[in-house]
T-cell receptor
Framework: DTAVSQTPKYLVTQMGNDKSIKCEQN?????MYWYKQDSKKFLKIMFS???????INETVPNRFSPKSPDKAHLNLHINSLELGDSAVYFC??????????????FGPGTRLTVL | GQNIDQPTEMTATEGAIVQINCTYQ??????LFWYQQHAGEAPTFLSY??LDGLEEKGRFSSFLSRSKGYSYLLLKELQMKDSASYLC??????????WGAGTKLIIKP
C-alpha cells in the first residue's frame, strides 16, 4: 500500500505548456504539502493545505496553483512552464501541523524537465 | 531571517562513526527533524528532537541543544547503504519546517 503517491513520476514538456501533477495520500492525514527540490538539492516549501484550506503560500509565481478536491488529494497545476521550473516536485502529508504531528511522509517525487 | 546550516558533504569509512552537525536560527522553535534522502528518492523521517539531549534509535542518534541552536546526527557502524543526503529541518513558531540544504554522506569501503 502506497502511503503518498504522485503521478507522473517523470514529466518532460516544452516551455509555455500547462501541466498538472497529482498527489494522493491514504494515511488519513489532515495536511498536505508541495515542495520543489532544485539541482542544488534545497527543499523549498511551495504550498500547504490543511483540511482543504491553504495555510501557507510561499512566494511562488501565480503560474503555480494547488487544487485540493478533498483532504486526500492535493494536485499542482502549472501554467506557462518556464525552463527554471525544471526540478523534482515532492508531495508530502502530515497528520497535522503541531509539533507532535508534523512528521511528514513524502511521495516518490515528480521529475519535471522543461525543454 | 531563518537559516539552517549543515556541511555540504562528508566522507566516512564503512564501520566507522560519523557526526553530521546542524545549526539553526528560526523565529521560535518547536523541534528539529532529521531526514534521510537517497539519490533519486524521497526524504524519509529519521528523528525528531524537541528537548535537550540525546535520542538513540539503533545505529542512529540525534542530539539537540536549544540554547546553542545546535543539533547533530550520529551514525554508528556505518554501512554502504548509509550513503545518502541527510537533511536537517527546524520547526518554527508557526509550525513551518525550515529545511537545510542537506549533507551528502559518502561511505567508502
Amino acid at each position: 500500500d502506497t502511503a503518498v503517491s504522485q503521478t507522473p513520476k517523470y514529466l518532460v514538456t516544452q516551455m509555455g505548456n500547462d501541466k498538472s501533477i497529482k498527489c494522493e495520500q491514504n494515511l488519513g492525514h489532515d495536511t498536505m504539502y508541495w515542495y520543489k527540490q532544485d539541482s542544488k538539492k534545497f527543499l523549498k516549501i511551495m504550498f500547504s493545505y490543511n483540511n482543504k484550506e491553504l495555510i501557507i503560500n510561499e512566494t511562488v509565481p501565480n503560474r503555480f496553483s494547488p487544487k485540493s478536491p478533498d483532504k486526500a488529494h492535493l494536485n499542482l497545476h502549472i501554467n506557462s512552464l518556464e525552463l527554471g521550473d525544471s526540478a523534482v516536485y515532492f508531495c508530502a502529508s502530515s497528520q497535522g501541523t503541531s509539533e507532535l504531528y508534523n512528521e511528514q511522509f513524502f511521495g516518490p517525487g515528480t521529475r519535471l524537465t522543461v525543454l | 531571517g531563518q537559516n539552517i546550516d549543515q556541511p555540504t558533504e562528508m566522507t566516512a569509512t564503512e564501520g566507522a562513526i560519523v557526526q553530521i552537525n546542524c545549526t539553526y536560527q528560526t523565529s521560535g522553535f518547536n523541534g528539529l527533524f532529521w531526514y534521510q534522502q537517497h539519490a533519486g528518492e524521497a526524504p524519509t523521517f529519521l528523528s525528531y528532537n524537541v528537548l535537550d539531549g540525546l535520542e538513540e534509535k539503533g545505529r542512529f542518534s540525534s542530539f539537540l541543544s536549544r540554547s546553542k541552536g545546535y543539533s547533530y546526527l550520529l551514525l554508528k557502524e556505518l554501512q554502504m547503504k548509509d550513503s545518502a543526503s541527510y537533511l536537517c529541518a527546524a520547526l518554527d513558531s508557526n509550525y513551518q519546517l525550515i529545511w537545510g540544504a542537506g549533507t551528502k554522506l559518502i561511505i567508502k569501503p
